[in-house]
């Protein structure tokens, strides 16, 4: 008879499974601890030197700066404020003035070159300056600003009496390398563009002078209408400003910076071009009236000027080319433009027809107008367009040489608040143009095709 087997009950068979994962587990951490190679320790972080080319614990009196294109010397007063000697009166820069003598006392360095062998390589056996400082005791001292490091950041310079050679950065070396030009207050007076109030251009022969004013409460309004500013010259009357055309104006004007001062006190002003023959330009807001005359060519950009009322001579940079303005080109072209709200009625004749055009209103102003073209009752917007061929007449040209003639067409405004009234002329001029008259005065022309125009729409009304 066969033996019976005994199962292995479930339990032991977990048990033993689980005795062997805890073996595995314990061979892995006993493995991952055996000592192997040791990777090697970390250099400690240790702070960069510092180093430095200057280190005095007093303040600067008084600082030189030796060579160059000028040697300045700049001192504390009184009160231990920075004034640079000089011997005009001229506004300068504080904070590029403080520079120098509040940088001096510590200069610190990019690096040090120890005892090389050949200072010339620096530039230092003739250094672009000296800087020169005398502290408060007595006590002088000097540093030699060299060359400039290849990479352009920086300067090579060495105490004096010292044999190792430093690197320091551009922002302390431009301070010492400063000229009078980069000291002074380079800003020149100046107006605001948003706020003028007049301009007159002054060009150079055979230039026109032009001179545009702001319209004030005095001026007849009724002829500039839609305008701030009108023209007096060249033209022979005022004529409102195309706006847009005087804002081009000026925005092409000269930003008001000296690039350079050349002369404070000239002797002679013609040697840079600017005698009273010069041409120039005046502007004037509400604050500054400012008169800036411009003389010979400086170079490729800039153009000598100076400011009337001050004596130094710099360069701005600009092209001139406002001075080419043609007056033509920034005048309104409108011969005579009225508001039809101030028309009561106006007349257009020819030596063979008279067309009265009239408005009629009432004292209730909620009532509509009535129009009428030699007494026929006219359409509202018929009759506008009418009106605006009167007085959308625009000028062609410039008349220069206005000859006396008879006018072959007029037209008469008549206004409600004035006793004269208005009156456009137009007299036969050259071959397909009117020469427009107020006055008994022209500057400019039309063309016959608009005055036709003009004819041909009365005529239509009344058909």
């Keep these: ?31 991952q601890n055996l000592p192997g190679p040791q990777a090697p320790e970390s250099p400690a972080w240790e702070p960069p030197e510092i180093v430095n080319l200057t280190d005095f614990d007093q303040d600067v009196q008084t600082i030189r700066l030796i060579g160059g294109e000028d040697t300045i010397t700049i001192s504390r007063d009184e009160e231990r404020v920075w004034r640079v000697q000089y011997p005009h009166d001229v506004r300068w820069l504080r904070h590029q003035v403080s520079r120098p003598g509040n940088t001096f006392p510590l200069i610190s360095a990019e690096r040090r070159l120890e ?43 060495m105490r004096e009496g010292d044999e190792d050679v430093y690197v320091i950065g551009r922002f302390n070396a431009t301070s010492f390398l400063a000229t009078y030009n980069d000291l002074r207050d380079r800003n020149l007076p100046d107006v605001d563009t948003e706020d003028i109030h007049y301009l007159e251009l002054n060009p150079p022969p055979p230039g026109e002078r032009i001179i545009v004013r702001r319209v004030t409460d005095d001026d007849d309004r009724t002829t500039l209408l839609f305008s701030m500013y009108q023209i007096t010259s060249p033209f022979r009357m005022a004529h409102a400003i195309d706006g847009e055309s005087f804002q081009e104006l000026l925005d092409s004007m000269p930003a008001m910076f000296a690039e350079r001062f050349v002369d404070d006190r000239p002797s002679d002003y013609a040697q840079y071009g600017l005698g009273p023959a010069a ?33 130094e001579v710099f360069t701005l940079r600009t092209d001139l080319s406002f001075f080419d303005t043609d007056p033509f080109t920034i005048v309104s072209k409108f011969a005579l433009i009225l508001s039809i709200d101030k028309v009561d009625r106006f007349v257009v004749e020819t030596p063979d027809e008279r067309f009265v055009a009239r408005v009629e209103r009432t004292d209730d102003p909620d009532a509509d107008e009535t129009f009428y073209l030699n007494d026929r009752v006219i359409e509202d917007k018929l009759f506008r367009e009418f009106y605006q061929k009167s ?39 050259t071959r397909g143009f009117y020469a427009a008259y107020r006055d008994g005065r022209s500057d400019f022309l039309v063309s016959d095709v608009q005055v036709d125009r003009l004819i041909a729409g009365a005529r239509s009304l009344l058909e």
């Design 1 to 31: 008879m066969a033996e019976e087997t005994t199962p292995v009950k479930r339990p032991v068979k977990l048990g033993i499974a689980g005795l062997a994962l805890v073996v595995l587990v314990g061979t892995y951490i006993v493995v």
């Design 279 to 311: 041409p120039t330009v005046r502007l004037r807001d509400s604050e500054t009236d400012l008169t800036v005359v411009f003389g010979n060519r400086a170079s490729d950009s800039t153009y000598y000027a100076r400011i009337v009322g001050r004596p």
């Design 391 to 429: 007085i959308g007449l625009l000028a062609d040209g410039r008349n220069r040489n206005p000859e006396p003639g008879e006018p072959e067409v007029t037209v008469t405004y008549h206004l409600t608040d004035f006793e004269q009234p208005f009156r456009l002329e137009l007299v036969p001029h």
């Design 115 to 157: 005892d090389p062998d050949d200072l010339s390589v620096y530039g230092l056996t003739e250094p672009k300056r000296i800087v020169e400082a005398t502290f408060e005791d007595g006590t002088v001292a000097r540093v030699l600003i060299g060359a400039e490091t290849p990479s352009r950041t920086g300067y090579y310079a």
